[in-house]
Nanobody, 131 residues
């Protein structure tokens, strides 16, 4: 059975950094997956914050652009999200998700994920940024 497991969340002070990991298991074709990161803060709508396509194209939500970096290591079946200069507004549960759809752009991965969901989801990891 295919699984996505997030790790790397925790408590950090504003201005600090974290690296989230999305580890995939049970996939025979990890390199064919598009992976996206979503977050949801209490009382707020889910946001699609970043994605990386099967061929390495990336997308970032404007509010994280320049601070967050997404990358993938197909040999390790893992996608990373490095988050720098964290702000209190970044506090949320961060989840990764995957699909195999041939999206036209990296942004489309997130857009479809928000609109229709994605085939595979992790359970999330909590990021708390203290002022």
């Amino acid at each position: 059975e295919a699984h996505l497991v997030e790790s790397g969340g925790g408590l950090v002070q504003a201005g600090g950094s974290l690296r989230l990991s999305c580890a995939a298991s049970g996939f025979f074709d990890f390199d064919a997956l598009n992976i996206a990161w979503f977050r949801q803060a209490p009382g707020k709508e889910r946001e699609g914050i970043s994605s990386i396509t099967r061929d390495g194209r990336t997308y970032y939500l404007d509010s994280v652009k320049g601070r967050f970096t997404i990358s993938r290591d197909n040999a390790a079946n893992t996608v990373y999200l490095v988050m720098n200069n964290l702000k209190s507004d970044d506090t949320a549960v961060y989840s990764c998700a995957a699909d195999r759809i041939r999206h036209p752009t990296a942004q489309a991965v997130v857009a479809m994920g928000l609109a229709l969901g994605m085939k595979y989801w992790g359970k999330g990891t909590l990021v708390t940024v203290s002022p």
